[in-house]
């Protein structure tokens, strides 16, 4: 109870009925256990029906592999490029003022408010063999779309802004006072960069690197348009998985989707334990915010 300036004791604004709170809290239950666990444990589930001789030679199958390849090849690829994307984003916006500024920030938002249906037909006028780029490619040899370069084309283009717009708030909560300081002191560039910058944003770094990593094994949309769906060559795991549940082989499909569903769990588990280290930089940048609105 909270008392006022007369020393009465009053009920909080925030004080609600127990029935609210525990209608609230069962409805939470009921929401997760119909749209996430029921979900989840169906597809363990299925998978495992037939047993798990069956289980695992749909998981080792040569297009079940192949599939797996391209997706961490794919992943692999296109992380890295956006993390440092992302860096050097964050760098630019928070320490720099530059013309185009707060464009630069609309553009880095783009793949969020496009559908990736609409991403991969813009790859496919661009670069297919009938567009000046793409012609030009095909005949030097470089094919994009139907192949693997575009099915990486697509994932970096829907997932580049995952590690930026972690890093730019991170950073800005940081500043720029021990980077000025460490040039005081007679670091170079390089220098500074890595023994003060990068130690102050590791863990919105990482964060960043675990949501880009789940968002790239687990495209579709982009992916589909671009890749051709060429069996055991351009056809990702979650595109192996619809062609699988096509064609009516519900337990392999299932068990292919349980690998991804296992690296849902796993970003999910390392999201967690990464926001623990992130949340208190960016509480520090909300009491920043309203200090200088205030």
């Given at each position: 109870?909270?008392?006022?300036?007369?020393?009465?004791?009053?009920?909080?604004?925030?004080?609600?009925?127990?029935?609210?709170?525990?209608?609230?809290?069962?409805?939470?239950?009921?929401?997760?256990?119909?749209?996430?666990?029921?979900?989840?444990?169906?597809?363990?589930?299925?998978?495992?029906?037939?047993?798990?001789?069956?289980?695992?030679?749909?998981?080792?199958?040569?297009?079940?592999?192949?599939?797996?390849?391209?997706?961490?090849?794919?992943?692999?690829?296109?992380?890295?490029?956006?993390?440092?994307?992302?860096?050097?984003?964050?760098?630019?916006?928070?320490?720099?003022?530059?013309?185009?500024?707060?464009?630069?920030?609309?553009?880095?938002?783009?793949?969020?408010?496009?559908?990736?249906?609409?991403?991969?037909?813009?790859?496919?006028?661009?670069?297919?063999?009938?567009?000046?780029?793409?012609?030009?490619?095909?005949?030097?040899?470089?094919?994009?779309?139907?192949?693997?370069?575009?099915?990486?084309?697509?994932?970096?283009?829907?997932?580049?802004?995952?590690?930026?717009?972690?890093?730019?708030?991170?950073?800005?909560?940081?500043?720029?006072?021990?980077?000025?300081?460490?040039?005081?002191?007679?670091?170079?560039?390089?220098?500074?960069?890595?023994?003060?910058?990068?130690?102050?944003?590791?863990?919105?770094?990482?964060?960043?690197?675990?949501?880009?990593?789940?968002r790239a094994m687990g495209e579709f949309g982009a992916v589909s348009v671009v890749s051709g769906h060429i069996e055991g060559h351009t056809v990702t795991m979650p595109l192996y998985i619809e062609i699988l549940y096509n064609d009516y082989r519900f337990a392999a499909a299932?068990?292919?989707?349980?690998?991804?569903?296992?690296?849902?769990?796993?970003?999910?588990?390392?999201?967690?334990?990464?926001?623990?280290?992130?949340?208190?930089?960016?509480?520090?940048?909300?009491?920043?915010?309203?200090?200088?609105?205030?």
């Amino acid at each position: 109870m909270a008392i006022d300036s007369q020393g009465q004791a009053t009920r909080p604004g925030t004080a609600d009925p127990a029935w609210i709170r525990r209608a609230l809290i069962a409805t939470m239950f009921a929401f997760l256990a119909l749209f996430l666990f029921i979900p989840v444990i169906a597809v363990f589930t299925e998978a495992l029906r037939d047993g798990l001789g069956t289980y695992f030679g749909a998981i080792v199958a040569p297009e079940a592999r192949a599939a797996i390849r391209l997706t961490l090849m794919t992943a692999a690829i296109a992380v890295p490029l956006n993390v440092a994307f992302g860096v050097a984003a964050a760098w630019a916006i928070t320490r720099f003022d530059f013309p185009g500024k707060q464009a630069l920030l609309t553009l880095i938002d783009l793949p969020f408010s496009v559908s990736p249906v609409i991403a991969g037909m813009l790859f496919v006028l661009l670069v297919g063999v009938r567009a000046p780029i793409g012609g030009w490619l095909a005949s030097h040899g470089i094919r994009i779309i139907f192949a693997e370069p575009g099915i990486v084309l697509a994932t970096i283009f829907v997932t580049f802004p995952l590690a930026s717009r972690e890093l730019i708030p991170i950073m800005q909560a940081v500043g720029s006072e021990e980077e000025e300081a460490a040039i005081v002191l007679g670091a170079g560039g390089l220098q500074m960069f890595f023994r003060v910058t990068l130690p102050n944003v590791k863990w919105g770094l990482l964060y960043g690197m675990v949501l880009c990593n789940a968002r790239a094994m687990g495209e579709f949309g982009a992916v589909s348009v671009v890749s051709g769906h060429i069996e055991g060559h351009t056809v990702t795991m979650p595109l192996y998985i619809e062609i699988l549940y096509n064609d009516y082989r519900f337990a392999a499909a299932f068990a292919v989707s349980s690998l991804l569903t296992m690296l849902a769990i796993a970003t999910l588990v390392a999201k967690r334990l990464l926001e623990r280290r992130v949340a208190p930089v960016k509480r520090e940048q909300e009491e920043v915010e309203v200090r200088a609105a205030a």
